[in-house]
């Protein structure tokens, strides 16, 4: 009986551990993050991060996705908190607008992005303990052609913008409505800003919406079910992440839960309180956070106290 009941358990988590494996072995854990200053918290921080790397795409690729040539210096156009926590209450999922004024350690104040192009994810992850006072507790990287190739990966995704959208510089030029995208078009969506009245707080929240649509489309049941499907998936995902070290197994699969529950709702998804979005500065024009609120979703994240966020994300719908 004993045997009959392994051998079930196997039947069923041995098809979604083979797929782990098939990504695990492609994931590129090549990051090394200075020791946080920080004391440890309850629940788990990861540092998400879109970077604009064009290295590993060729000329036709770049023509295709609309990245334009090489830029000089590392950016990353999308920077985002996944907090995991222990204590019951939902995942949350926090965009840091790239824009925003931050101190950069060693260097003088400057936009939050700025940090990778000056050190990298190290610099990057010490700049966002010391604005947010939160815990990096690990980090994970997609380039431009990873995140393209991810979205084709499962089958497109379903976006729903609210007006049409031509953006010669991101490749989009996109209806209203909802519709099927595919990786290329899902990559512009990400990138396009020029139109949003909301410039950078525009764009994180298509982002965090485009990171919950894709995680859906890989949880289906039509994409999980099908092995000519998943595998793909699940080696495409593998091939796009870049992480830090002491990101193991557990760590991504917790990742994958933590966003599938942004994809079905149970997550809060939202952008750190915004006192001013166009200030100018030697920097450029940049985003000023409201500083009292801020520190109140910090420290709900820190506390592992994540319920009342549920209330700053909806204050944030449009609308």
């Not at 392994?6 to 990051?31: M, N």
């Not at 190290?122 to 010391?130: K, N, R, S, Y």
């Not at 990559?187 to 995680?215: C, H, K, S």
């Not at 991504?252 to 100018?280: I, K």
Request: a negative charge; charged letters at 25%; hydrophobic letters at 45%.
């Amino acid at each position: 009986m004993r045997l009959v009941v392994l051998l079930l358990l196997l039947a069923v988590v041995g098809y979604p551990l083979a797929l782990g494996l098939v990504g695990l072995t492609s994931v590129d854990d090549s990051v090394e993050l200075a020791d946080s200053a920080l004391e440890d918290t309850p629940g788990r921080t990861v540092l998400l991060v879109g970077s604009d790397s064009r290295e590993d795409l060729t000329a036709e690729q770049r023509a295709e996705l609309s990245t334009g040539e090489d830029v000089e210096g590392r950016r990353t156009d999308t920077i985002m908190l996944l907090h995991r926590p222990t204590g019951g209450g939902p995942t949350v999922l926090l965009s840091l607008p790239r824009d925003s004024y931050v101190a950069i350690p060693g260097h003088d104040d400057n936009k939050i992005n700025a940090a990778y192009s000056l050190g990298g994810p190290a610099l990057l992850a010490q700049t966002v303990e010391g604005a947010t006072g939160l815990r990096v507790d690990g980090y994970a990287e997609t380039g431009l052609g990873g995140f393209a190739a991810l979205v084709d990966a499962v089958g497109g995704v379903e976006m729903c913008p609210e007006q049409a959208i031509t953006d010669p510089k991101a490749g989009l030029d996109i209806a209203a409505g909802c519709q099927e995208m595919d990786g290329a078009t899902a990559l512009g969506y990400a990138r396009t800003r020029d139109f949003d009245p909301r410039g950078d707080l525009g764009r994180a929240e298509r982002q965090r919406q485009l990171m919950a649509a894709i995680a859906a489309r890989a949880a289906s049941p039509a994409t999980l079910l099908d092995p000519f499907r998943a595998f793909p998936m699940v080696g495409a995902a593998g091939g796009a992440l870049t992480t830090d070290d002491a990101t193991g197994p557990v760590d991504l699969a917790r990742f994958a839960l933590g966003m599938r529950a942004v994809a079905s709702g149970d997550a809060v998804s939202l952008t750190v309180p915004v006192a001013r979005a166009d200030r100018r500065t030697s920097a450029g024009l940049v985003v000023d956070w409201d500083e009292e609120s801020a520190a109140a979703v910090f420290d709900a994240i820190r506390d592992d106290e994540t319920e009342p966020l549920r209330a700053v994300a909806a204050q944030q719908l449009p609308g």
